[in-house]
């Protein structure tokens, strides 16, 4: 089955920075990799999502970027800020199979 | 965006209890949820696929008798954890793929259910 590794496990950033997250997959068969924020006691929240046919998505200050050869997925964070402190959590699937979550990334972004 | 409500946000319990939570798909039909279970600090694992109008599908160590599940509508699935213990205390969360906003792959996850057994 599929197996999804994530890193960094945390990372601290200064306001304003970037953040870089970086996860991998082992099913050349997956075909959608989403990313979700999760904030303290709440469920996760879809953030920005890639295909497979795609291999770079922007949506303001976040980005995926997406290499099917090497099977790794990354999420870009501009101009951090501290309401962009959360666990992050990337995930792969194919089609309506469930996802298969990494281990989620703790982000905070220092004032 | 896809909207997915769960009932309660929280619940404390006895053990030996049983206690059902509930996942509604708000603004579109969902033939097929999915219930995962978060322990602290902690990524999401499935737990089950819940499917309309059948049997769900467990993942492999979930027992099915004490995690009883049932999707009686195309916006209602139902999550009882039957004869609690303090074990089964945890964060246990749902989604729903939707084509709102995304495609049939999509996932919107409900706000959660902190379950503490006492």
């Known amino acids: 089955g599929e197996n999804v590794e994530q890193h960094p496990s945390t990372l601290s950033v200064q306001e304003g920075d970037s953040a870089v997250i970086k996860c991998t997959y082992s099913?050349?068969?997956?075909?959608?990799f989403p990313w979700y924020k999760q904030e303290l006691g709440k469920g996760p929240q879809l953030i920005i999502d890639?295909?497979?046919?795609?291999g770079e998505k922007k949506d303001q200050r976040i980005a995926v970027t997406l290499n099917k050869t090497a099977k790794h997925f990354s999420l870009h964070i501009t101009e951090t800020q501290p309401e962009d402190s959360a666990v992050y959590f990337c995930?792969?699937?194919?089609?309506?199979?469930?996802?298969?979550f990494g281990k989620g990334t703790r982000l905070s972004v220092i004032a | 965006g896809a909207v997915v409500s769960q009932h309660p946000s929280r619940v404390i319990c006895k053990s030996g209890t049983s206690v059902k939570i509930e996942c509604r798909s708000l603004?579109?039909?969902?033939?097929?949820m999915f219930w995962y279970r978060q322990f602290p600090k902690q990524s999401l694992m499935l737990m089950a696929t819940?499917?309309?109008?059948?049997?769900?599908?467990?993942e492999q160590g979930v027992e099915k008798d004490k995690f009883l599940i049932n999707h009686a509508s195309l916006t209602l699935s139902t999550l009882t954890v039957t004869s609690a213990h303090p074990e089964d205390s945890s964060f246990y969360i749902c989604?729903?793929?939707?084509?709102?906003?995304?495609?049939?792959?999509?996932?919107?996850f409900g706000p959660g259910t902190r379950l503490t057994v006492l």
């Open positions: 989604s729903a793929p939707g084509l709102a906003g995304g495609g049939a792959d999509t996932q919107y």
């Open positions: 099913d050349s068969a997956s075909n959608y």
């Open positions: 890639i295909r497979s046919n795609v």
């Open positions: 995930a792969a699937s194919s089609g309506n199979t469930p996802l298969v």
């Open positions: 603004d579109f039909q969902a033939t097929t």
């Open positions: 819940s499917n309309e109008g059948s049997k769900a599908t467990y």
